[in-house]
């Protein structure tokens, strides 16, 4: 029983560091002001808007 809770703290330890790194490459990847990229679009003449 013991072996037991111990392979089942470690399986959750080591997928739960997994899904954090997941999770936080997400919000990276999805919210662009998290890594200060805001691009600009300037085709019509006129204020430009930030995307």
């Given at each position: 029983m013991k072996r037991t809770r111990q392979l089942h703290l470690?399986?959750?330890?080591?997928?739960?560091?997994?899904?954090?790194?997941q999770s936080i490459t997400g919000l990276l990847l999805s919210e662009k002001w998290l890594t200060?990229?805001?691009?600009?679009?300037?085709?019509l003449p006129g204020p430009c808007l930030k995307v």
């Open positions: 470690w399986i959750g330890l080591i997928c739960s560091v997994f899904i954090l790194i200060g990229s805001e691009e600009q679009i300037c085709d």
